[in-house]
């Protein structure tokens, strides 16, 4: 089993679509959890933090599951601007503290 | 600049020959990251660095594979006698501070390496 599990995608949606990204991990002992975006042929950037009680920033809405060890991340109204590979980053801490592994990422299109 | 900063951003390389990446981290970051993307692919984790620790060294895909970071500050990775399976985006990224649920890496733009 991966440490960190993606659907690869692709996503493609129309315009105000919403669109859910799910990911498991496989240690039940990982510390924090993040999702990244990462453009094409550019790097990834953190898009947001997921907390155990769930968390929102504007459109975007992650929730953490822990004893399914699973996490999503759910985008409302997207937008042309939200396509881009999403990645989501599980710090299992197992080799040390702020160990980050990345799922392979899943592809997300936004069309017209 | 105040971001990470790596070079060079693409190298081209014949099989056999070594070449040197290097990343230059945000100002005051203590933890350094070592990442490789093949297309497609995930991020492939490669060596941490936390100040003056020794460096957590455990997914180095092999012994060609080396880096080392001088005062804390800039770091260079080495891969000698290159093969063609090494071609990749080499990504570097630096947080902030060592402890849990830092959380936040700031990557470079990476270095595009092909071997021919």
């Known amino acids: 089993r991966k440490e960190v599990e993606q659907d690869p995608g692709p996503f493609n949606v129309p315009e105000g679509a919403t669109v859910a990204f799910n990911c498991t991990y496989s240690?039940?002992?990982?510390?924090?959890f993040f999702w990244y975006r990462q453009d094409c042929r550019k790097e990834p950037k953190l898009l947001m933090s997921v907390y155990s009680s769930g968390n929102e920033d504007g459109r975007f809405t992650a929730q953490l599951n822990r004893a399914s060890q699973y996490i999503s991340l759910l985008i409302r109204d997207s937008k042309l601007s939200d396509s881009a590979t999403y990645l989501c980053v599980v710090n299992m801490a197992v080799r040390f503290s702020n160990d980050m592994r990345f799922g392979a990422g899943t592809r997300l299109t936004v069309k017209p | 600049g105040a971001g990470v900063s790596q070079s060079p951003s693409n190298k081209v390389t014949e099989k056999g020959k070594d070449v040197e990446l290097r990343c230059d981290p945000i100002?005051?970051?203590?933890?350094l990251y070592w990442y490789r993307q093949s297309l497609g692919q995930g991020l492939e984790f490669l060596i941490y660095f936390q100040g003056n620790s020794a460096p957590d060294k455990s997914g180095l895909p092999s012994d060609r594979f080396s880096a080392e970071r001088t005062g804390g500050s800039v770091s260079t990775l080495t891969i000698q006698r290159t093969q063609q399976e090494d071609s990749a985006v080499y990504l570097c990224?630096?947080?902030?501070?060592?402890?849990?649920?830092?959380?936040?890496?700031?990557f470079g733009e990476g270095s595009r390496l092909t071997v021919l």
């Open positions: 100002s005051g970051h203590t933890a």
């Open positions: 990224a630096s947080s902030r501070a060592s402890g849990k649920n830092t959380g936040e890496l700031f």
């Open positions: 240690n039940s002992a990982s510390q924090s």
